[in-house]
């Protein structure tokens, strides 16, 4: 049973600093992608930050500069840094990665979300 478990989200005024946290357990062979999403009421949920098992990342325009993902492969564990926060960046956050279990094939596996909520 593969598992991902978020935290770090929080309440915090704009122009702060939050980390987020995602520690992927269970019966896994390999993981490929990591990243962040996010998702604001009423709206679809939206891609924020993602890095390959190489590390190369990808982020969302609104985040580039503010934001910084990386991952540490050893512990499983994808972090999000979210630096100068602006009331916009208000969302549920959700952790999202492509995973080999013991068996065949590549699955998507997502974290139960974390809320982040930015005040002005």
């Known amino acids: 049973q593969v598992q991902l478990v978020e935290s770090g989200g929080g309440l915090v005024q704009a122009g702060g600093s939050l980390r987020l946290s995602c520690v992927v357990s269970?019966?896994?062979?390999?993981?490929?992608?990591m990243g962040w999403y996010r998702q604001a009421p009423g709206k679809q949920r939206e891609l924020v930050a993602a890095?390959?098992?190489?590390?190369?990342?990808n982020y969302a325009d609104s985040v580039k500069g503010r934001f910084t993902i990386s991952r540490d492969n050893a512990k499983n564990t994808v972090l999000l840094q979210m630096n100068s926060l602006k009331p916009e960046d208000t969302a549920v956050y959700y952790c999202?990665?492509?995973?080999?279990?013991w068996g065949p094939g590549v699955y998507s596996y997502w974290g139960q979300g974390t809320q982040v909520t930015v005040s002005s």
């Open positions: 999202h990665a492509d995973i080999t279990p």
């Open positions: 890095i390959t098992s190489g590390g190369s990342t």
């Open positions: 269970g019966s896994i062979s390999s993981i490929n992608a």
